[in-house]
């Protein structure tokens, strides 16, 4: 090759890595309101290894060593005309997606749409199937009507219960952005992190102690959301503009099926004692939510989301998941079940319902 092939050669090269350059995708900018309690930090992680630009909104207060390479805007969204939400008006600022988790009023979140308007590409609400009305039916899909609402909208502070605070922020982000809101419909959300103490993953735990274990011999289904699978679900969703509702959770399973997998993943030898629910309430003792009131109650329909592209964990990863954040915050693993507040029993409670149990089947 003589210099000036070598010298052509050199500038096809140069214009094709700079067409290559060109031709790479842009880095999604993604607002994540909230970020740092329960669910946000799991859906902040999994951005963060998809490669997208996180911004959090949030008041600085929960969590606030969390993410400290992000970029973090401060503000309230709980204030009367909205100038908690000042940090978001940024004239030049656009984020491909916004993901709400907002369980307050829905005077909030219908404040951060309206500003949000023109600054966002699609609107993503994490919701509850607790906005169905009625749970009558097995397999609820999305088409199902949705909780009656009141004629007079939310004021910031509201005295609503939590499903038709739901149900109300899903109306006012329909009446906003009709045409780039996203529902997910979530079914009692696990993972490596609790809300609070109490809420630590019972089953799990009690089974990988072993021992004695009493459970309810006649509820049949369950079902549950695994926050990391609805992660990638929401990001999944953004990408390939999916909008409208998804009720978004395992299928339904088999509890016993279920407690049997705890088992084997746990190499227990735990000793279950299935007693009737009947017996337990008897006693006072609630366990789990009674299946058959209503009947819908652990059999939600997720075909819609599975078709879109829900790819839900194995049990078992969720299942390693919850262990290991049970672990770190109990390094000792001695939690004490039993607090009145949960489904949950002390050790000491058990032993005397089983031994009222078979002092029953004795006769």
Same mark, same amino acid.
């Given at each position: ?22 031709? !790479? ?126 004629? $007079? ?23 906003? !952005? ?121 059999? =939600? ?14 049990? $078992?990863?969720?299942? $390693? ?15 004490? =079940? ?9 050790? $000491? ?15």
């Amino acid at each position: 090759m003589d210099r000036r092939d070598f010298i052509k050669a050199s500038c096809a090269l140069s214009l094709l890595a700079s067409s290559s350059l060109l031709a !790479l995708p842009k880095t999604k900018k993604i607002l994540v309101l909230g970020g740092t309690g329960f669910f946000g930090p799991i859906l902040v992680e999994e951005l963060l290894k998809q490669g997208y630009s996180v911004t959090l909104f949030n008041r600085g207060k929960t969590n606030p060593h969390l993410f400290p390479k992000l970029e973090k805007l401060r503000g309230d969204r709980e204030t009367a005309d909205g100038s908690g939400l000042a940090a978001l008006k940024h004239d030049n600022r656009h984020w491909d997606w916004v993901v709400d988790t907002w369980q307050g009023s829905s005077k909030a979140v219908a404040d951060t749409a309206q500003l949000l308007s023109d600054k966002v590409d699609q609107y993503q609400y994490v919701s509850t199937i607790s906005v169905y009305d009625k749970w009558d039916n097995i397999g609820i899909a999305e088409s199902e009507p949705l909780n009656p609402l009141p004629s $007079e909208k939310e004021a910031i502070i509201t005295d609503n219960r939590y499903a038709i605070r739901k149900t109300f922020a899903e109306k006012a982000l329909m009446e906003i !952005l009709p045409e780039r809101s996203t529902f997910f419909r979530s079914h009692g959300m696990r993972g490596a992190r609790t809300t609070n103490p109490i809420h630590e993953p019972y089953w799990q735990v009690k089974i990988q102690r072993g021992g004695d274990l009493v459970l309810p011999a006649d509820t049949t289904y369950y079902q549950i959301t695994d926050m990391v699978s609805l992660s990638r679900f929401m990001t999944h969703c953004s990408n390939t503009s999916k909008l409208g509702a998804y009720n978004v959770c395992y299928p339904p399973f088999l509890f016993r099926d279920y407690i049997q997998s705890i088992v084997e993943a746990t190499n227990s030898k735990v000793r279950l004692h299935y007693i009737p629910q009947s017996f337990l309430r008897a006693n006072n003792v609630k366990l789990i939510y009674d299946h058959n009131k209503p009947p819908g109650r652990y059999r =939600f329909d997720v075909s819609k989301a599975l078709e879109a592209g829900l790819k839900n964990r194995p049990f $078992e990863a969720l299942l $390693e998941d919850q262990l290991r954040g049970y672990h770190e915050r109990n390094p000792k693993g001695d939690f004490v =079940f039993g607090h009145p507040d949960t489904k949950t029993m002390s050790s $000491e409670r058990e032993q005397e319902i089983i031994r009222l149990w078979q002092r029953e089947q004795k006769g």
